[in-house]
C-alpha cells in the first residue's frame, strides 16, 4: 500500500518543484500549493498507513482499537492544513499587490530591492 | 583592613564610569571650570589605590569580586599585584592631571563635556583591564579601550583625517582583538581555568600543550597591535589627529601599553620559551629602530613624539622578551619613566601649540622667555628622557644596558639597536624638550605667553616625578618597581639600581649614547634630510597598504554579492534545490542506504486505485494549465482528491479540513484570478526545460525514496501510544487527534493560531497599504 | 454569480452552516470535528453570504470586524492556558468542571475554551481574508466597509 502512497508523493515534489522554478509568480505559487499537500500526505505516509479506522477511542474502552490510525500524524497535518491556506491566501495577495504595483509577474523584473547597476558602496572613510 | 574592603574598590573601578556620565551635564552648568571637579573622580580613586601600596610591597596580592554568571563559572573579579597597582596609579593619576589638563586645552570647545566624557570612560576600562582576573572580563575591558580609542580619535569628526585614523586604529586594534579572544579561548582550553591569577601555575602545562605556539601567536596578535609594534605600528602615528590630552594620555602613557602589560601579565605563563625569547624581542627591536627613523624624519612636535612612543614601546616588548630578571626589571624603570616623561611632553607639545599656533619644530625658537614654565617642565621631561643622571630615565637606561650587556652574542645584538634607538630617542628629546625654547625668537600664528595654570600643572608635576623617582630610587623601588617586577617574574625580586653613576660597562654606554645623541642632535637638519631620502627610496609603508586592503576589502565583497546574489530569484530557487536534491540523494547512493524494491500492492480497492489516479491527473493538469480557468479546476481537482485518500485511510478530520480548505482556496483564487489579468502559461525555453525538470525530478525521486526507507523500518509508537494511553483517561477526550492539538500540544496549537492570525493581518495590511498610496499619488 | 437563486438561498445556507460549525466545534472532542474544521466551515458560510449579498451586508451582519473576533479568539485560547497558571499546574494543562445544569451534567472545561478560541480565530482571519478579497478594489468605501 505504502508504494501507491510514495509514488504519489514523488509527483507530487516533483511538480511542485518544477512549477516553483518558474519564473512567474503565480506559478510559483501554485507549486507551493502542492508542495504543502506533497508534505502533508508525506507526514501521512510516514506515521504508516491503516484503512478507514480513525483514531478515535470507542465508548466502552479506554484506548483505540486496533488497527486504528495512528492520531499523531493527523494533529501535525491538521494544523498545517490551516497554516499553509493561511500562507497561500496572504502570498495570492501579495502576488497580485506586487503586480498591480510593479506591472510584471515575472520575478526576474523584480528589481526594486536589488536594482541592476547597483553602484559600488563608498570608498571613502 | 577597610582599604581592601570589595565595596570600595567597586567602586573606585566605576567611579569614573559615573563621572563620565555626569561629565556633560557639569561642563553645560560649570563651564570649564567644570573639569577640576570631574578631576576628583580619578583622583578619589588614584587615593583608594594609593591606600594598597603597603599591602602590595610587603608581597601580599588584593582579590575580590562578585558572581557574574556562575553557570559559567564566570566572575566580576579584580586581582591587584604589583604589576596592576602600578598601572592602576599611573592610570588614575596621569587622568587627574589629564583631565585638568583637557579643561584648559579645550576651554570653550562646544563639546568639552562630551570630550571628558571619553577621556573617562576610556579611565574606566582601562583600569578594569589591568585589575581584570577574569579572563572575559579582560577582554570586554581591553575591546572598551579600542572604542573610547576610537571616539577620541575621531572627536574631531569633521575632518576627514581623523574620521580615518579613527577607524583605522579601531579596525586594527579591533582585529588585535578578536585574535586576543581567540587566544584567551585556547588559554581557557587548554588550562581548563577561566582565571589570570590561577593561570600563573599552570604555564609549565600549558607550555607542553601541542596547543601552545597558535595560543601564543593569537595573544601576540592582540598586544602587537594594541601596542603598535611593526608591522602593525601605522595606527599610532595617524591617532594623533585626537586632542593632544588623548595623544598625552591614550597614545603615550596608558592605552598602548596594554600590549605590554598583557605580556608581563602573561610573561610566568606563557614566557622563557624560545618562540617567546625569539619573537619579543625581534619585533621590539625592529619596532625600536624604525620608530626612532621615522620619528627623526617629522618636523611636528606631535609626530616625533608619537614616534618615539612607538620605539619605545618596541624597547619594552624587547625587554619584555629578553628573558633575563634585570630585562624584566628594566622593563619596569622604564615604562614608569616612560609614562611620566611623554605624557609631560605631550602636555608641553599641546601647550606650544595653544600658546603658538604651530607644532611645527621649524617655526618655533626662543620661547624660554615668553613660557618660563612650560620651559622647566619641558626641560625636565627631555633630561628623564635621554637618561641623564638624577633622573628616572637614567635608572632604566642603566638597567637596559645592564640587563642587554650580559655578554653572549645574541646579547650584543640587542645592545646594538637599544644603543641606536636610544641615542636617536636622545636626539629628538632635546629637540623637542630644548629647541622650541632656545635660539632665536620666531613669529608664530599666535604671540606667546605663558599657558595658564591648567596646561602647565600636568607636565610639571610628571616632570617633576620624574626627578624625585630618580633622586629617591629606594621608594620607587621599595613600593613600586621591586612588587611589579615580582608579579611579571612570579618570584620576589628586589631592584636595586640607584641614580648615582657607578662605573661599568652601563655607564660608559649610556655616555655613548648620551654623546651621538647630541651629535645627531647638532646634525638634525642633514639627519632628517637623509631619513627623508630614506624613506622616499623606500615606496609606501603600510597606512598606504591599509588603505589599499580596505578598497580591495570594499571591491572584493561587492563582486562576490554580484556572483552569490544577482538578483534573480530563479537563480536563488534553482540552487536551493539543487542543493536539497544532493542532500537527499547523495547519502542515499554514497552510505548503501537505498530502500528495497517494494512489493507491487495487493488487495488495493478500486475506489481507492481511482482516487490515486485523479490526484494524479490533477498535479499533471496543473503542470500543463494554459489558461487561468484549467489552472483553478485542476488545483481544485487535486485537493479533493487528497481529501478523499485522508478518509478513505482513516482520517475523517484532516479530510473534513482540507474539503473545507479545498472549497475556501478555489473561492479566493477565483476572486483573485478575476482580477488578475496575468497567464498561467509558461514560456521556458527547452534548456531550461530540461534543467528544471531534472533539478524537480531529482527532487521528487530523492524525497520518494527516503519516504520508501523509513516506511520499511519499524515505527517508534512510543508518541503514539503516549496519546493513546492518555488520551481518555487523564484529557477525557475520545477524539486523540483533538486532544492532541488542544490539550497535549495545546502551547504548539497557540502559537499556530497566532500565525494564521497575523497572516490575516498582512493580508489586510497589503490590500489596505494600495488605498493609503492611491490616496497620495 | 449573482444570481436570484443565491441571493435567496443563501442566508439560509449560511444559516445552516453556521449552525453546523458550531455543532461541529463542540463535538470535536468526542467525535471527528474541532476548532479549526468548525472554524473554516463557519468562514465558507460568510464567504458564501459575502459572495451572494456583498462584503457590507456580512460586515453588518456578524457586527463585529472579522479581525476583532480573531482577537478576541486568540485572547481566549490564552487564556485558557493561563488559567491553569493559577490553578497552580503548568501552562495549558487542562482544568475540567461538572457543573449540573437542568439534570445533566455538562463538562466544561479550558480545553474546551482553547479550542473555541481556534474556532474564533479561524473564523476571524479567513472571513477578513475572504472579505477583503470580495471588495471591489476601485470602490474605495465599500473596501473600507468590508476590511474596517
Redesign the interface.
Known amino acids: 500500500?505504502?508504494?501507491?502512497?510514495?509514488?504519489?508523493?514523488?509527483?507530487?515534489?516533483?511538480?511542485?518543484?518544477?512549477?516553483?522554478?518558474?519564473?512567474?509568480t503565480?506559478?510559483?505559487l501554485?507549486g507551493i500549493?502542492?508542495l504543502g499537500?506533497?508534505v502533508?500526505?508525506?507526514l501521512?505516509?510516514?506515521?504508516?498507513?491503516?484503512?478507514?479506522?480513525?483514531?478515535?477511542?470507542?465508548?466502552d474502552t479506554?484506548?483505540?482499537a486496533a488497527g486504528?490510525?495512528?492520531?499523531?500524524p493527523?494533529?501535525l497535518?491538521?494544523?498545517a492544513?490551516?497554516?499553509?491556506?493561511?500562507?497561500?491566501?496572504?502570498l495570492?495577495?501579495?502576488?497580485?499587490?506586487a503586480?498591480?504595483?510593479l506591472g510584471t509577474?515575472s520575478?526576474?523584473e523584480?528589481?526594486l530591492?536589488?536594482?541592476?547597476d547597483e553602484p559600488?558602496?563608498p570608498?571613502?572613510? | 583592613m577597610a582599604a581592601s574592603a570589595p565595596a570600595w574598590t567597586f567602586i573606585a573601578l566605576f567611579l569614573p564610569f559615573v563621572a563620565a556620565l555626569l561629565a556633560p551635564f557639569l561642563v553645560s552648568r560649570l563651564g570649564d571650570k567644570a573639569a577640576w571637579i570631574i578631576a576628583l573622580a580619578p583622583a578619589l580613586s588614584f587615593l583608594h589605590f594609593c591606600r594598597f601600596l603597603g599591602e602590595i610591597s610587603a608581597g601580599e596580592v588584593v582579590t575580590g569580586g562578585y558572581a557574574w554568571a556562575p553557570s559559567l563559572n564566570l566572575s566580576f573579579s579584580w586581582f591587584i599585584d604589583g604589576l596592576s597597582l602600578t598601572f592602576a596609579l599611573l592610570i588614575t593619576g596621569i587622568g587627574t592631571l589629564i583631565v585638568i589638563y583637557s579643561g584648559g586645552y579645550m576651554k570653550g570647545h562646544r563639546h568639552l563635556g562630551r570630550f571628558l566624557s571619553f577621556i573617562l570612560l576610556f579611565m574606566g576600562a582601562m583600569l578594569g583591564l589591568v585589575v581584570s582576573d577574569s579572563f572575559l572580563m579582560l577582554f570586554v575591558y581591553w575591546e572598551l579601550t579600542s572604542i573610547a580609542s576610537f571616539l577620541l580619535i575621531g572627536f574631531d569628526h569633521e575632518r576627514?583625517a581623523a574620521?580615518?585614523a579613527a577607524?583605522q586604529a579601531l579596525v586594527v586594534t579591533g582585529a588585535g582583538g578578536l585574535s586576543l579572544l581567540a587566544g584567551l579561548v585556547f588559554l581557557w582550553n587548554v588550562t581548563g581555568v577561566t582565571q589570570l591569577s590561577l593561570l600563573v601555575h599552570l604555564g609549565d602545562a600549558l607550555k607542553m600543550s601541542p596547543f601552545y605556539l597558535p595560543a601564543l601567536f593569537l595573544v601576540l596578535g592582540g598586544a602587537f597591535t594594541k601596542s603598535a609594534q611593526f608591522p602593525f605600528h601605522f595606527w599610532l602615528p595617524n591617532a594623533m589627529e585626537a586632542p593632544t590630552p588623548v595623544s598625552a594620555y591614550l597614545h603615550s602613557a596608558t592605552m598602548v601599553k596594554a600590549g605590554v602589560y598583557l605580556l608581563m601579565r602573561l610573561n610566568p605563563v606563557l614566557g622563557g620559551t624560545p618562540a617567546w625569547e625569539i619573537l619579543l624581542p625581534f619585533f621590539g627591536g625592529v619596532t625600536l629602530i624604525t620608530g626612532a627613523l621615522i620619528g627623526i624624519r617629522q618636523t611636528d612636535l606631535k609626530l616625533m613624539l608619537a614616534y618615539t612612543t612607538m620605539a619605545s614601546l618596541g624597547l619594552l616588548v624587547m625587554l619584555t622578551g629578553f628573558g633575563s630578571p634585570h630585562a624584566i626589571e628594566a622593563a619596569v624603570l622604564y615604562l614608569v619613566a616612560h609614562s611620566l616623561f611623554k605624557g609631560a611632553l605631550f602636555m608641553v607639545a599641546g601647550a606650544v601649540d595653544h600658546e603658538t599656533g604651530t607644532r611645527e619644530l621649524p617655526l618655533l625658537g626662543g620661547l624660554r622667555h615668553a613660557m618660563p614654565v612650560t620651559f622647566a617642565a619641558a626641560l625636565l621631561a627631555a633630561c628623564s628622557m635621554a637618561g641623564l643622571p638624577l633622573f628616572a630615565g637614567f635608572l632604566a637606561k642603566e638597567e637596559i644596558y645592564a640587563a642587554l650587556a650580559a655578554g653572549n652574542p645574541r646579547a650584543v645584538f640587542f645592545t646594538g639597536a637599544a644603543l641606536a634607538g636610544n641615542a636617536l630617542m636622545v636626539a629628538i628629546a632635546l629637540a623637542v624638550g630644548l629647541k622650541p625654547f632656545i635660539g632665536q625668537r620666531k613669529n608664530t600664528p599666535r604671540h606667546p605667553h605663558e599657558a595658564p595654570i591648567t596646561l602647565w600643572l600636568g607636565p610639571v608635576v610628571l616632570a617633576a616625578l620624574g626627578i624625585v623617582f630618580g633622586v629617591f630610587s629606594p621608594l620607587l623601588h621599595a613600593y613600586l618597581s621591586s612588587p611589579m617586577a615580582s608579579a611579571i617574574i612570579d618570584e620576589p625580586t628586589v631592584v636595586t639600581i640607584t641614580t648615582i653613576p657607578h662605573l661599568g660597562l652601563p655607564l660608559a654606554l649610556s655616555v655613548f649614547t648620551l654623546a651621538i645623541g647630541v651629535l645627531i642632535y647638532w646634525q638634525l637638519e642633514r639627519a632628517r634630510w637623509l631619513m627623508a631620502q630614506m624613506l622616499e627610496s623606500l615606496g609606501p609603508g603600510p597606512d598606504r597598504w591599509f588603505d589599499h586592503m580596505?578598497?580591495g576589502l570594499?571591491?572584493f565583497s561587492?563582486g562576490l554579492m554580484r556572483i552569490i546574489?544577482?538578483?534573480?530569484?530563479?537563480i536563488y530557487?534553482?540552487i536551493t534545490?539543487i542543493l536539497v536534491a544532493l542532500t537527499l540523494l547523495v547519502p542515499l547512493f554514497v552510505f548503501d542506504e537505498l530502500p528495497d524494491m517494494?512489493?507491487?500492492?495487493t488487495g488495493?480497492l478500486v475506489q481507492?486505485?481511482a482516487f490515486?489516479v485523479i490526484?494524479?491527473l490533477g498535479?499533471?493538469a496543473?503542470?500543463r494549465?494554459a489558461d487561468r480557468l484549467t489552472?483553478i479546476v485542476s488545483?481544485g481537482i487535486?485537493?479533493f482528491a487528497?481529501a478523499v485518500?485522508?478518509l478513505?485511510?482513516?482520517?475523517?478530520?484532516?479530510s473534513?479540513?482540507?474539503f473545507?480548505?479545498e472549497?475556501?482556496?478555489v473561492?479566493?483564487?477565483t476572486?483573485?484570478m478575476t482580477?488578475?489579468r496575468?497567464s498561467?502559461s509558461?514560456h521556458?525555453p527547452a534548456g531550461q526545460v530540461v534543467l528544471?525538470?531534472t533539478?524537480?525530478?531529482a527532487?521528487?525521486?530523492g524525497?520518494?525514496l527516503m519516504?520508501?526507507k523509513?516506511?520499511g523500518r519499524p515505527?517508534d509508537p512510543f508518541?503514539?501510544d503516549f496519546?493513546?494511553?492518555y488520551?481518555?483517561?487523564i484529557?477525557?477526550?475520545?477524539?486523540?487527534?483533538?486532544?492532541?492539538?488542544?490539550?497535549f500540544?495545546?502551547?504548539?496549537?497557540?502559537g499556530?493560531?497566532?500565525?494564521?492570525?497575523i497572516?490575516?493581518?498582512?493580508?489586510?495590511a497589503?490590500?489596505?497599504?494600495?488605498?493609503g498610496k492611491?490616496g497620495e499619488g | 454569480m449573482n444570481t436570484l437563486i443565491l441571493r435567496t438561498a443563501a442566508p439560509v445556507i449560511t444559516a445552516l452552516m453556521l449552525l453546523f460549525s458550531v455543532f461541529?466545534l463542540l463535538r470535536?472532542?468526542?467525535?471527528?470535528?474541532?476548532?479549526?474544521?468548525g472554524g473554516?466551515?463557519a468562514?465558507?458560510a460568510l464567504?458564501i453570504f459575502g459572495?451572494a449579498h456583498g462584503p457590507g451586508a456580512v460586515q453588518r451582519a456578524i457586527r463585529f470586524h472579522?479581525?476583532a473576533i480573531?482577537?478576541a479568539?486568540?485572547f481566549l485560547?490564552?487564556m485558557s492556558?493561563l488559567a491553569s497558571l493559577i490553578a497552580g499546574v503548568p501552562?495549558?494543562s487542562?482544568l475540567?468542571v461538572y457543573p449540573d445544569i437542568l439534570g445533566v451534567e455538562v463538562?466544561l472545561?479550558t480545553?474546551m475554551s482553547?479550542?473555541i478560541?481556534?474556532y474564533l480565530?479561524?473564523v476571524?482571519?479567513?472571513t477578513?481574508?475572504?472579505l477583503?478579497?470580495?471588495?471591489e478594489?476601485e470602490n474605495?468605501s465599500a473596501?473600507?466597509e468590508g476590511?474596517r
Open positions: 500500500m505504502e508504494v501507491l502512497f510514495v509514488a504519489l508523493i514523488g509527483l507530487f515534489f516533483t511538480a511542485a518543484v518544477y512549477l516553483m522554478l518558474s519564473k512567474f503565480i506559478r510559483i501554485l500549493v502542492l499537500n506533497g502533508n500526505l508525506l501521512f505516509t510516514a506515521g504508516r498507513i491503516t484503512r478507514e479506522v480513525p483514531p478515535i477511542i470507542p465508548a479506554s484506548t483505540l486504528a490510525a495512528n492520531p499523531l493527523q494533529a497535518i491538521l494544523t492544513i490551516v497554516i499553509s491556506f493561511s500562507f497561500f491566501a496572504f495570492l495577495v501579495l502576488t497580485w499587490r503586480f498591480e504595483e509577474d520575478t526576474d523584480m528589481r530591492a536589488e536594482p541592476l559600488l558602496p570608498m571613502g572613510y | 576627514e574620521r580615518r577607524l580596505v578598497t570594499v571591491r561587492a546574489q544577482p538578483g534573480r530569484l530563479e530557487i534553482t534545490f517494494p512489493a507491487w500492492p488495493l481507492e486505485a490515486f490526484a494524479a498535479i499533471i496543473v503542470l494549465a489552472a488545483l487535486q485537493g487528497v485518500i485522508f478513505l485511510f482513516g482520517a475523517p478530520d484532516l473534513f479540513t482540507q473545507m480548505v472549497t475556501l482556496s473561492v479566493i483564487l476572486l483573485v482580477r488578475l496575468l498561467v509558461d521556458r528544471d525538470a533539478i524537480a525530478i527532487c521528487g525521486l524525497f520518494a519516504l520508501l523509513s516506511v515505527l508518541m503514539t496519546f493513546d494511553a488520551s481518555k483517561a484529557a477525557h477526550g475520545a477524539n486523540v487527534v483533538n486532544v492532541i492539538i488542544v490539550d500540544r495545546g502551547t504548539d496549537t497557540l499556530e493560531i497566532a500565525v494564521v492570525m497572516t490575516g493581518l498582512a493580508v489586510l497589503l490590500l489596505k497599504l494600495r488605498v492611491r | 461541529v470535536g472532542h468526542n467525535e471527528p470535528g474541532g476548532g479549526f474544521i473554516l466551515i468562514a465558507s464567504a459572495i472579522p479581525m480573531a482577537g479568539g486568540l485560547a490564552t492556558g501552562f495549558m487542562g475540567w463538562p472545561s480545553v482553547f479550542d478560541g481556534v480565530v479561524v476571524g482571519a479567513i477578513a481574508i475572504a477583503a478579497l470580495e471588495t478594489p474605495g473596501h473600507d476590511s
